[in-house]
């Protein structure tokens, strides 16, 4: 976990220090499991799917294309992934949490950049799963958003607070939408 560098973990509240503790035990437990090349590439294949909330928005376009009857509300939906995803990114850049950087448990992808608080996958997965849901079934949505969201924690960019944190902001910023 990274620090000011005025802040040493000494000076740390306790709350802190223990809350960083929990993260990178999870991490750590999340990067253990079973990561053999075919696996790898799969999820890295689906990962790369998320990148800048690309599948999603072009789900919500197809979305207006083929159900007409609807297209207002596809069109609302998918604006609110995109402003989830701006969200995010914003925050992100304000708050400038490095991604993990475990020595012994290297990124397996390259991200745009080295920035991780909240997660923009996640937060642009849980608001498309929340917003769409209220056009489509909401469950399939959300098994993939859930899985994306643990496609970052399992690749090592993200720790596993980034992870929640994106997918309350896009559970609640996909409120909006729907």
Known sequence: MSQTSTESVSDA??????????????????????????????VRRYSRLG????????????????????????????????AA????????????????AIEDLPHLMATPTGLSFPSSHSTSSFAAARAYGALVPGAPLQLAAAAMAFSRLYLGVHYPS????????????GSLGR
């Open 162 to 173: 980034d992870v929640v944190a994106g997918a309350a902001l896009g559970t609640a910023i």
């Open 13 to 42: 509240p306790a709350w802190r220090v223990t809350f960083n503790a929990v993260d990178l035990a999870l991490y750590r437990r999340a990067r253990s499991m079973a990561h053999g090349p075919d696996v790898v590439s799969m």
């Open 51 to 82: 990148e800048h909330g690309a599948v999603w928005l072009g789900a919500g376009l197809a979305g207006a294309l083929v159900d007409r009857s609807r297209r207002r509300h596809w069109l609302r939906a998918t604006a609110t992934v995109g």
């Open 85 to 100: 995803y701006l969200t995010s990114t914003s925050i992100k850049m304000a708050i400038a949490r490095q991604r993990p």
